[in-house]
């Protein structure tokens, strides 16, 4: 199939784009177009205008400022993959890549637009939940800056305006040694996973854990992060820990769909929490 007839745009600035989105009717942003193109393509989306954000100066970069890594709404994910920053500060992000889609898929799509499309079963949406991201967005009454939680509507939903552009999004790294796994389940590689689990551990100088996260994607509408401070914090890692705090991923409302039951869905999200915690626990103990 063929998308519907649109209006191509190309501005140079931010202000334009923001100008074109508040004064044209259904009109939508492209950066990478991995999603996006092929909705259209199969008529799941209809716009009438569609305005490519490529031609903007300096929204391809990855900085370091103020404790957060900014990255860019240009930014595309094979960046994120091969950044020796996200190397350094985050290296859950590179491994949680290696499960995204393909190489060329990878080449072109993009962090902010995969994290504005907001599918729940992707892992980019985890890993801006399990960063505390903030959104930056730009509209006609100038930028705001959107924590992740109000960002977060549901499914394929956010809080961002029809006339907003996101520019950037900040991802709070933890400071130190930590340890850290991303693990999921996909029918295919390179497939959206039916559950996956992101896991970020760090522990002090006696070996016990001090700092746990734990954020499943796949499960609902929107990520969900794991309540697992009375489980994990003071105790050391060991494989019946892990598992210990991995059975609190059933407590979750899981969703039923054509991909699998929620009953499934559940079993999976204690085994990959389990394996994350794992694998994370391991990095964490070698990194103290």
């Not at 290296?91 to 499309?117: D, K, W």
């Not at 854990?209 to 609902?220: E, H, K, P, S, T």
Request: proline share 5%; glycine share 8%.
């Amino acid at each position: 199939m063929k998308s519907a007839p649109f209006t191509w745009h190309r501005p140079e600035s931010v202000a334009r784009a923001v100008e074109l989105l508040s004064t044209l009717d259904n009109a939508r942003i492209v950066a990478g177009g991995q999603t996006l193109m092929p909705m259209l393509a199969m008529r799941y989306a209809y716009v009438d205008h569609l305005v490519d954000v490529n031609a903007i100066p300096g929204l391809d970069g990855i900085a370091l400022e103020g404790g957060e890594l900014c990255i860019g709404a240009l930014v595309r994910q094979r960046d994120i993959e091969q950044s020796p920053l996200i190397h350094q500060y985050a290296p859950l992000m590179v491994e949680a890549y290696r499960l995204v889609g393909h190489i060329q898929t990878r080449n072109r799509g993009t962090f902010v637009g995969s994290v504005c499309n907001f599918d729940p079963a992707s892992e980019q949406p985890a890993l801006a939940e399990i960063f505390n991201a903030t959104i930056v967005a730009v509209g006609p009454d100038g930028e705001r800056r959107i924590p992740f939680h109000e960002f977060a509507c549901g499914f394929m939903t956010t809080s961002i305006e029809p006339d907003e552009m996101v520019t950037q999004i900040r991802l709070r790294i933890w400071n130190g040694p930590h340890g850290y796994a991303f693990e999921e389940f996909a029918r295919r590689h390179g497939d959206f996973a039916i559950v996956g689990a992101a896991a970020m551990v760090s522990v002090d100088v006696n070996r016990a854990i001090n700092r746990a996260d734990v954020v499943l994607c796949g499960m609902g509408g929107k990520p969900c992060r794991l309540q697992l401070d009375d489980v994990l914090q003071g105790q050391q890692p060991s494989d019946g820990l892990a598992k210990a705090a991995a059975e609190r991923a059933s407590w979750i409302d899981a969703l039923s769909d054509t991909s699998a039951s929620a009953a499934y869905r559940k079993r999976l999200a204690c085994t990959v929490t389990e394996r994350a915690l794992g694998r994370a626990f391991a990095r964490a103990l070698n990194a103290s």
